[in-house]
């Protein structure tokens, strides 16, 4: 617990602060563009850039500890495989339309 508690500069908050910002206008910019299906992918895919700086930076992991990291990561890890199963599901809805299936 003597660990020296180190912590971003505000140059580097104001940083990432300003990355949210730009990548909230391209999850925006994004709605308007037809990709089909992969509109929600690349809606998740930037959401997830985004709570993965929320978590390093405003939640102080960066600096953290090595078991930080790893509840920190396995809970993130977590977070991937849920969106993977719902994607997984909301991609193939489609193919139940079909004659056959």
Known sequence: MNEKLRSASPRTYITVWATLMLLLLLTFGT???NLGPFNT???LVIALV???L??????HVRYSSRLTWIFA?????WLIIMLG????DYLTR????????
């Open 94 to 101: 489609n193919l139940a339309g079909f004659p056959g299936w």
């Open 31 to 33: 709605a308007y563009v």
């Open 54 to 59: 929320i978590i390093l930076f405003f939640m």
């Open 85 to 88: 199963l719902t994607m997984n």
């Open 41 to 43: 992918v690349v809606a």
């Open 50 to 52: 985004k709570a993965l």
């Open 73 to 77: 990561g396995a809970g993130f890890i």
